[in-house]
T-cell receptor, first 115, second 113 residues
């Protein structure tokens, strides 16, 4: 257990469905992230939240909509996805220290299949 | 090519042997990190080495960093079957707006019993 919990672990959805992925961190961190891991591709950073404020949207299509209601919870709302969006979605958290990078703690991921 | 590019893509060794994985990157970094991932699961942080450090150890792991060559290596000594996993390097430019890690494609390590 890394202290970052993602639910659900597996999700199958149709292209017209709306679903949400949830991430919760119990580490007291002030930054949270969504990454996408597709087969045979490096992990791609999707969104960054620092102190609940979104600081980065890495050219992610609008069918992915993040929400960070507080520093412990992060959601990824999904709607009208495409089959190529099928991937492992990973949430991570870290503690921001000014000018000094720190390690990220990852959840176990949600395996998403779009049919 | 990608920032944080690992070499080799796949490595198969016998238990007890050492495994060495390399990583190259392109931009200036604040730190470089190595992660491990078991099949289909989340990533686990192994070691973070800062740009002003040259070598770091953690148990059976040894990481080196050469900023002049923009490269890093991960050495796992006395490997075990349980070390079988994918290993990723990730570079962090360390901007204050967040640790935005850029990952390579990883090295798939198989340790045969």
């Amino acid at each position: 257990e890394t202290g970052v919990t993602q639910t659900p672990r597996h999700l199958v959805m149709g292209m017209t469905n709306k679903k949400s992925l949830k991430c919760e961190q119990h580490l007291g961190h002030n930054a949270m992230y969504w990454y996408k891991q597709s087969a045979k591709k490096p992990l791609e950073l999707m969104f960054v939240y620092n102190f609940k404020e979104q600081t980065e949207n890495n050219s992610v299509p609008s069918r992915f909509s993040p929400e960070c209601p507080n520093s412990s919870h992060l959601f990824l709302h999904l709607h009208t996805l495409q089959p190529e969006d099928s991937a492992l979605y990973l949430c991570a958290s870290s503690q921001l220290l000014r000018g000094r990078g720190t390690e990220a703690f990852f959840g176990q991921g949600t395996r998403l299949t779009v049919v | 090519s990608q920032q944080g590019e690992e070499d080799p893509q796949a490595l198969s060794i016998q238990e007890g042997e050492n495994a060495t994985m390399n990583c190259s990157y392109k931009t200036s970094i604040n730190n470089l990190q190595w992660y491990r991932q078991n099949s289909g699961r989340g990533l686990v942080h192994l070691i973070l080495i800062r740009s002003n450090e040259r070598e770091k150890h953690s148990g059976r792991l040894r990481v080196t960093l050469d900023t002049s060559k923009k490269s890093s290596s991960l050495l796992i000594t006395a490997s075990r079957a349980a070390d079988t996993a994918s290993y990723f390097c990730a570079t962090d430019e360390g901007e204050t707006s967040g640790s935005r890690l850029t990952f390579g494609e990883g090295t798939q390590l198989t340790v045969n019993p």
